[in-house]
Each structure stands twice: as C-alpha cells, then as structure tokens.
C-alpha cells in the first residue's frame, strides 16, 4: 500500500503494537515494514516515518547540491536499518568521490542488501541496488542501465534522474545528460515544488547539446522558482561560456554568488568564474580568484581538485607563474593517485604534478593506467585517455610537438574520458600553445581559426594564448 508521511507515525504504531516481526537488513528481529510514498510520490519500503522523511531531505539536498546529504542519509540508515533505499543512497554519496576508497567504502554499505536469505527488494531498491552495485565494480554503464530502467517505472524517481545525469557527465555521454531529463518532463508539472529541479537538470542537458536558447530558458525558469538552485546556476554559467558572453557571466555569477558561496559546489561555479576572466584578459584577476575562491584551503576532494589543477593549467598557459600554486597542490593530492579509478581525476594530477615540475610523478600516473580492470575506466583509457595523459605529460615536460601531435589525434574522442565541453576545452587550448610553443605557424593558424569560427568573441583570448606561448601574431593573418 502507499501511504504519506503524514500517516507514516500510526502506521508504525500499529506495526509496533502487533508487533510482526520479520528479520531487518542487518540480521537483527524488527517490525513489520510498510511502504511510504515519498516526498515526490514514489513507493519507498522502511518502517520509520521519520527516517523516511530524513531520506527524502537527503535526496533534495543531493539534487540541490546543498545541505548535508551524507549527514542525513547516514541519520536515515541509523534510524531505520529496513530502509534499503537510504543505505543505497548513501553508498551513491561514497561512490561520488569517484575513488578506490569510495568504491570499496560503498560495497561495504550495499552489503547487508545483498545477503542471502532476505526477503526479496521491491523493484525501486532492487533497480537502486544493481546500480550502486555496477558502479562500485567500475561498470558505470550498466549502472545507468539499471537507473534508466527505475525511470522508466518511476519517472517521479527524483533520485534516481540525479543519479543518472551526473554519471552521464562523468562518462561524457552528452546526448543522455539531455534526454535522461526529456524522457521524464511530462511527469513533472510546473505546479510541482520539484519542478524547478528537474528544469535545472534538462537545461544542463540542452546547454552540452548546443541548444543554448533551450538551456537558458530552462535554467532561468530554474531560477524564477528558486535563485538558490545551484545546478541552475550552473547550467547558466555554461550558457555564458559556450557563447562566449563572457562580462555577462562575470556579472551573473558575481551577483548570484550569495545564493550559492555556501554550496558544497561552489568551487566550481567559481572555476566558471575564472573562465570568463581568462578569456577576457584578465589573467591576473583569475590568478586572485584562485587564490582566495577555488583553492583558499586544503581539501582532497577531487570534486575541488580538478576545478583548482584545470585552473592552474591554464593561468600557465595564459603566460601566469603558478609555480607555488601547483605545488601546493600536487603535495595536497600526492596521496590520492596511488589506485587509478577515473581517468579524468588521473588527467588533472598530470597537470598538477606537470605544473609541478614532478615528471616522474606524471610518468607514473600514465604508467598506473596502462593495465587497468574496471570496464569503464579501461574503455575509457584506450579510446583516448592514456594519449590524453601522454601528452599533458609531454607539453609539461618541455615537448610541446609530440602533445601537439597526440592531441590532434584525440580530440573527436576526447569526451570519453568525461566531464563537459568547457572542462575538456582546455585540450584545444594546450593544443594551440603546443603548436605555438613548437613554431609550427601554419598549425596555429589553422587551430585559432577554427577556434575563432566556433566562438567569435574568443578571438582576443587566442591571440594572447599564441602570444603568451613564443608565438606571434603575424602568424595568424591569411
């Protein structure tokens, strides 16, 4: 049966009061479970009214990049060990670190689910479960495999569509980051207070499919309904920066920043911020905002990682000294590159350590990924990771011809290694430096062209980038 939360307390009483008995997730005797419908109308099995609310906040803190989703899932699966989804959820919570320890820390957490001799999930958490399962085994594939089949019998499955979109992002499938969202809007009405979340996502979506009208109508409605939708935001952000209106994303971010310094998330709306002041010339303002935005402190999250490596990159390239800058870092992550488990955290400690001036360092992280297991990352490394690698690791090593040439070789299978067209947009900006660096005129020329034909107003920032790297103007003229 569904029931709300607001009868969630009898319900429990009356399970209590009769006091069925039946063995929990963990092996221990407890009550009878019921099924509650959640905040957003979908089934979800536990016996604790309460620990079911407090799952549902952690999903919305999820979805909202705010909060403390991991604080309130672990007070969900405390309260109540017969809520399978909040011990799923917050393995998913493990797993976004996207590390060995994460992935081992989220097996442990799915385990007591798996046990033989249970009585069998309901399909949500049975789907849920397969999931985290996939992911934590290195087969992202098939955890979206398993999330896509949850929406398909819950499109209201709020957690399951944040799920899916983020790991779309890490497999840089830009085609599902939209249509993960578009095969479920009818579902969500704009009368729903989740309406405005859902909006966020699709425009994130739209936006890495160049439909930058459709995207920033979507974000902006986002917005219209909540100014603190950090993922909203964030879709605007990359609106700006793949039109290239780089002052109106410097004044969107500097004006909304109240609504979102506070986010866990932040960092990176911040690193966009330094987007915008790179392509406009201002290198010295971005080096500042580093300091005191994208890396004021210490953290081993890579989430924050890759935002402050992807920035030193290019204020190097840019022709800024961040010699202090990257080593600090590369001291900060020398502890996290032992067990290679996303190649797209593997690429920003290249640039780290490369930055750095540690080459035995960056020759060993390319080393570590040349025999990989998990399916994904391994794919993902033969398509064209450990060429991407390479040649990061060739430009930092004073090889700026050899990059270049691994470079061009990758680019129309660079997504595979994940991440958005923005992050990975810095292999066309080292492309250039490379060819400027090693002399080659007519390679630069063509490669600023095309970048100036892609995105006109990057017309200034490619001179400077040419200029900063030996390189000379005159080149550029036909």
Known sequence: MMVSHETAARILADCLNRRSHMRDWGGRMSVMSTTFSDRWGVPVLGTDGAAALGLDQAIEDLVALSGDPVGRA???VIADSTLALARVLRAYLSLYQTTADGAAEAKELIKPLEATGLRPLPERERLHLAAARAWADGDWQAATRNLERALVANPR????LKVAQDLYFFLGNRLELRDV???????WPESDPAWGFVQGIYAFGLEENADYRGAESAARAALARNPKDVWGVHAMAHVFEMEGTHESGVAFLSGSSP???ASYFAVHNWWHLGLYLLELGRVKDALALYDQR???RHSTEWLDIV?????LWRLSLYGADVTTQARALAADICDLVSEPTYIFNDWHAVMTFGLAGDHARTKAILDANMDLSAPTNRRAAERAGLRLLDAFRRYAAGEPAVAAELLIDIRPEAHVVGGSHAQRDVIDLTLIAAAARSGDTALTRALVTERVARKPPADCSARALVTANDGDETWLAW
Do not use: F, Y
């Open 294 to 296: 994208i890396r004021p």
């Open 181 to 187: 969202a578009a095969r479920v809007l009818p579902a």
């Open 74 to 76: 672990d007070g969900a």
């Open 157 to 160: 499955d709020l957690l399951a």
């Open 307 to 311: 935002d402050a490596a992807a920035m």
């Open 259 to 261: 609504d979102w310094e």
